[in-house]
């Protein structure tokens, strides 16, 4: 029955990779139902338990149900939900072809590596910023990864795909456009999917075992759990089929043993084994039980003194790393501290408007703008992991990840790019689909309300100043008009400005055709503040009862 | 590449468009030459102007009293509606084209045989929403014709506007330029920067680079491209009009229902005659008066011949 077990996990982790992997493409119209994506994020490990913490509310109880999860049958989580994880079993499985060596063999745990790491970005939690958690995080990753790498290419594909049809006066397929695309903010996930490339091609889930610290803490929680993978000493022939199929490295057939700490019960083992001697077993003994006298116990009955060995090294030596990693990481974090307010210093001196030239003055945000629902940079700084599934989901795709943007702090978080696109009024998909706290839900009605932004009008670069032309595009796509039109000179019109009920969403910036630099613009607000409504009144109805020529 | 790729193609499709005239049998001939009698009586009009009914019914009127669509599409021809599709907004708020008003053209140019019509805009809002929620993507499927997108450059091929005076080259959408009869359907509508725009206007949403307009004299501009691209037929849906905060507008405060519709060959006349609809003088829309003055047109209405046709 048991041994059944990898085809429920192969199906059901197809599902979410797939699932997620058309999230993060966010192709239009092959985007999955909310509910779908929702779900799956919400048991992110990660971005749940940030905004389980920011909101302090049994909403974002995802990470609990993992955790719980865990404590039962282990980490099962890295190969059921961990969309990276999933991935790097693909990678694995395609890379198999090119690998010299077609199986796996047992490797011993790094420990210090892997308990370090996980201390440091703790750690560094403290600091109060999530850089490092950023960096790690295998979810936001893999979604750095598809949105960044993948998604331009399967839409430049689709793209040409389009045209192709199109010219056959198919029209069902359309090219979709890519908006922008900065390498800077792609040098990341490129050099983390070459290294997750390099090992699970190698060597399985070596990533998880040893960088990643959602694996890392699993790795303790799944120490305790009640059912753990273990080898019935009895049935066991020796034959080393499960050790050969473990992805994780962490079956040691000689000493007939499975770390559970590394298992990520992808459940290849219970298959392989023609013994049935692999499985699931309760191991409340070892809950109960000493843990220095627990080892031993099952010594005894193995006869087996090298296994006791490693056991008490291992235990001994993490504890004095930890200790030495405490004092070496202080340091840095005191370093990664200062960094950060030396940047946010930076960002606050900018200047808006210095001279020029050629008599037109260069336009320079205080502020990025950070997306409607994310109440302030600070907060939106503190609870982003940059995972960019808003900048997949974006229809407009105004959302872009940023590279030094937000400083350090705020390493490739999404930002609103005016250059390219701006953010449709009626719009509140990024609020939506966000799974940490960074982007609140909000109502078409009350995202209409926020401020995350406001318009900036520099007459000196207007065409209709300079020039003294016809042109209003500003205003043309104000969907608030804080941008309208006032009478100037003759039939001409020029931009007149009411922040009040500026929304910021940058279409006047975006339209705006003054060259070298634009004449309207967008400034954050750090904080986010409130958009007035200015109602109209109705306009007055149509008198003439007869052609008016 | 692009344009000799296009070249070929439009080649092509002459080809295949002369092919199918030679095999039209006589009968059809006949039966069109007997209408174009018809309509060289009915129509030596040079404005239709509907008044008090639905934007489908007023249609009707105005296409029939020119003897019916089959005056502008002929049998097997390739046809290209382009309404105003440029904001994300409902049909009620009158950013949009009528879709109603879209639906019975499409109706009509399928009835008079046209091989295939095919509907776009290059939209100001994101395209996929604009197509939507003005309830035209829906129009069109339903009445039978194709709704083609316009966002993206690669449609677009360079085109010389040889009396142009500021504008002297653009870049056109490729459906429009293999079109053989194409049908601008604007609305009318207060714009703050053109103050209104009607026909000519509408014509921004066929050529890429807009912010050229917009950047070195856009009424200049867009009278320019009026000497140059002139629609076989303009529809003017003034069923319900934009006043103020135009051409997006904010909400249906800013709209009032007036039930007209202006139908002329002469985009110069139609913008004219829609311009004194919304209580201004022609001459007062700079573009309008640019344009008649180079010769794209007429906006002396009163010297026009209006065929004026009320629905009570």
């Known amino acids: 029955m048991l041994q059944r077990l990898k085809y429920a996990r192969i199906f059901i982790s197809g599902c979410v990779l797939i699932i997620v992997i058309l999230a993060f493409l966010g192709m239009p119209g092959f985007i999955p139902n909310r509910f779908f994506v929702n779900f799956l994020t919400f048991l992110q490990f990660i971005p749940s338990s940030l905004k389980f913490f920011s909101v302090l509310s049994f909403a974002a109880f995802g990470f609990i149900i993992v955790f719980i999860l865990s404590l039962l049958f282990g980490r099962i989580y890295c190969s059921l939900i961990c969309p990276l994880g999933i991935f790097q079993d693909v990678l694995s499985r395609i890379g198999k072809r090119f690998r010299k060596r077609k199986i796996f063999r047992y490797s011993k745990p790094h420990n210090y590596l892997r308990y370090g790491i996980l201390l440091i970005t703790v750690l560094s939690l403290f600091t109060g910023s999530i850089f490092l958690l950023n960096l790690l995080d295998p979810y936001s990753n893999f979604g750095k990864i598809w949105s960044g790498l993948f998604r331009p290419v399967v839409i430049s594909g689709n793209d040409i795909l389009a045209h192709i049809t199109e010219k056959a006066g198919i029209y069902w397929l359309y090219p979709v456009g890519l908006k922008a695309l900065f390498w800077q903010s792609l040098i990341f996930p490129f050099l983390f999917f070459i290294t997750v490339l390099i090992m699970s091609v190698g060597k399985g889930r070596l990533f998880c075992n040893t960088i990643c610290p959602v694996g890392s803490f699993l790795a303790l929680v799944s120490k305790t759990s009640i059912f753990k993978i273990k080898i019935s000493e009895n049935n066991c022939t020796h034959c080393g089929k499960c050790s050969v199929v473990c992805k994780a490295s962490c079956i040691d057939i000689k000493i007939k043993s499975v770390d559970f700490s590394r298992c990520v019960g992808c459940f290849n083992c219970i298959h392989s084994c023609p013994e049935s001697a692999i499985n699931y077993k309760i191991s409340f003994l070892k809950i109960s039980s000493n843990k220095n006298i627990e080892p031993a116990k099952e010594l005894s009955f193995k006869n087996n003194s090298g296994n006791e060995i490693i056991n008490k090294n291992d235990e001994s030596l993490i504890t004095e790393k930890i200790q030495v990693d405490r004092r070496n990481f202080l340091g840095r974090i005191l370093f990664f501290a200062a960094g950060s307010g030396f940047i946010y210093n930076k960002i606050s001196a900018a200047r808006i408007i210095p001279g020029n030239k050629s008599g037109k003055y260069n336009i320079k945000r205080n502020y990025p703008v950070t997306p409607p629902g994310s109440y302030s940079i600070e907060n939106f700084n503190k609870h982003c992991t940059a995972c960019h599934l808003c900048v997949s989901i974006c229809p407009t795709q105004v959302l872009q990840p940023s590279f030094l943007q937000y400083g350090i702090t705020g390493f490739l978080q999404p930002y609103m790019d005016f250059t390219h696109s701006f953010c449709n009024y009626e719009c509140t998909k990024c609020s939506e689909i966000c799974p940490t706290n960074s982007i609140i839900k909000l109502t078409v009605e009350k995202k209409k309300a926020v401020q995350p932004g406001k318009v900036i009008f520099v007459k000196k670069n207007c065409v209709v100043y300079a020039d003294e032309t016809a042109c209003g595009a500003c205003s043309e796509h104000c969907p608030t008009k804080a941008v309208h039109m006032m009478h100037y000179k003759g039939t001409l019109t020029i931009p007149e400005i009411n922040q009040s009920i500026c929304v910021g969403c940058g279409a006047c910036e975006y339209a705006c055709p003054a060259k070298p630099f634009k004449a309207i613009f967008v400034d954050g607000n750090p904080m986010h503040l409130t958009a007035f409504s200015s109602k109209d009144k109705k306009v007055k109805a149509s008198t003439i009862e007869d052609f008016p020529f | ?312």
């Open chain 2, 1 to 312: 590449m692009k344009r000799r790729e296009f070249l070929t193609k439009s080649i092509g499709a002459g080809i295949a468009a002369g092919a199918g005239l030679a095999m039209v049998n006589f009968d059809n001939i006949g039966a069109s030459e007997k209408l174009s009698y018809i309509n060289s009586n009915l129509g030596e009009y040079d404005l239709t102007a509907v008044m008090g009914g639905e934007p489908a019914e007023m249609f009707d009127k105005a296409i029939a009293a020119l003897g019916g669509m089959g005056r502008y599409v002929k049998k097997n021809q390739k046809v290209v509606v382009k309404p105003n599709i440029g904001w994300d907004a409902s049909p009620e708020r009158a950013a949009n084209t009528n879709p109603f008003l879209v639906k019975r053209i499409i109706e009509h140019c399928i009835q008079a045989g046209a091989k295939e019509v095919v509907v776009f805009d290059y939209t100001c809002d994101n395209w996929q929403l604009c197509y939507s929620n003005s309830g035209i993507e829906k129009a069109v499927k339903d009445a039978g014709g194709k709704i083609a997108p316009g966002n993206s450059e690669s449609y677009y091929h360079p085109v010389v506007v040889p009396k142009g005076k500021v504008l002297k080259e653009a870049k056109e959408h490729e459906l429009i330029l293999g079109a053989d009869v194409f049908i601008n359907v604007p609305i009318l509508k207060n714009h703050e920067g053109a103050t209104l725009t009607i026909s000519m206007k509408n014509l921004m949403g066929i050529v890429w680079d807009r912010r050229f307009w917009h950047r070195n004299d856009l009424q200049q501009c867009i009278a320019d491209f009026a000497t140059y691209r002139k629609p076989t037929l303009n529809v003017v849906d003034a069923y319900r009009v934009m006043k103020q905060n135009g051409p997006k507008g904010k909400t249906v405060n800013d709209v009032t229902t007036m039930k007209y519709l202006i139908m002329s060959e002469d985009m110069v006349a139609a913008d004219a005659a829609a311009a004194k609809l919304f209580g201004m003088d022609p001459k007062s829309v700079d573009h309008i008066r640019i344009a008649a003055e180079m010769g794209a047109g007429r906006m002396d209405l009163d010297k026009l011949k209006i065929n004026r046709i009320k629905i009570s």
